[in-house]
């Protein structure tokens, strides 16, 4: 039986006579974001950025159904959008948000990148049929070195978690999507904190894992489509994404 099978069984799963499906109830809502604020929550976690919105009540969780499905796409999209107007981040204010999934739990890294980016594109297309316009500081194409999600208008770096991921810092007890925003870099490179900052999270990550991260990279060195999933990616890596007049 899949996760999907189980929202008809599951008592944590309330009916919604509507879909003919199940939505997740306020206990399991809560088993889902404990569980991701108690990962992100451990003392050696290597992002100081997500600890930071952590300690300033500023990291934002929603909570889904599965990674898998577009069941939830609107309203994550919707939540995506006020986040874009409402946040205001600077290089002492650090802002996430993110959409914790109730499954599936036995994705593997190469699934979980495939669902990840399923979700993330039709998030874009969403955007885009609703007029928002790209971020203009950032491409759109997942190929060019200075490619970035956007929604409302601004620009997000997403990093993928799951139960399987090959990395320590990755390996949330649920899928996870944390989307961060771009603006957040630039109000620490303007206050000259940024490559300090970077330096240290890195140390902190090959602490974590026991090795260093091969993964990382500059925004404008290479495309940071290819640091989502957290998977080592191969060099001739192509997204699974490409942008589309009229979405999918």
């Known amino acids: 039986m899949t996760d999907i099978d189980c929202k008809h069984t599951d008592p944590r799963y309330e009916p919604d006579p509507a879909s003919g499906f199940g939505t997740l109830n306020?206990?399991?809502?809560?088993?889902l974001e404990q569980g991701f604020l108690a990962h992100v929550g451990q003392a050696d976690f290597p992002c100081l950025g997500a600890r930071a919105a952590l300690a300033q009540d500023r990291l934002g969780v929603e909570t889904a159904a599965s990674i898998a499905s577009a069941a939830?796409?609107?309203?994550?999209?919707?939540?995506?959008?006020?986040?874009?107007s409402d946040a205001c981040p600077d290089a002492q204010t650090f802002y996430s948000l993110a959409v914790v999934f109730a499954g599936p739990h036995d994705l593997d890294e190469r699934g979980f990148e495939a669902a990840l980016w399923d979700r993330l594109g039709r998030l874009s297309d969403i955007d885009?049929?609703?007029?928002?316009?790209?971020?203009?500081?950032?491409?759109?194409?997942?190929?060019?070195p200075r490619f970035a999600l956007s929604f409302g208008g601004k620009a997000y770096f997403a990093v993928?978690?799951?139960p399987h991921a090959s990395r320590r810092a990755r390996r949330a007890p649920s899928p996870v999507i944390v989307f961060n925003l771009h603006q957040q870099?630039?109000?620490?490179?303007e206050a000259e904190r940024y490559e300090r900052m970077r330096e240290v999270i890195l140390d902190r990550d090959a602490g974590f894992d026991g090795?260093?991260?091969p993964m990382i990279a500059r925004h404008g060195e290479t495309s940071e489509a290819r640091q989502y999933s957290g998977r080592a990616v191969e060099s001739d890596w192509v997204c699974p994404y490409a942008p589309a007049e009229g979405g999918r």
């Open 26 to 31: 306020k206990n399991l809502r809560r088993e």
């Open 185 to 189: 870099f630039a109000a620490l490179r």
């Open 211 to 213: 090795v260093p991260n």
């Open 160 to 162: 993928g978690l799951h």
């Open 128 to 144: 885009r049929a609703q007029g928002h316009p790209h971020d203009p500081d950032f491409s759109d194409d997942p190929r060019d």
């Open 72 to 84: 939830d796409d609107a309203r994550i999209h919707e939540k995506l959008a006020q986040w874009s």
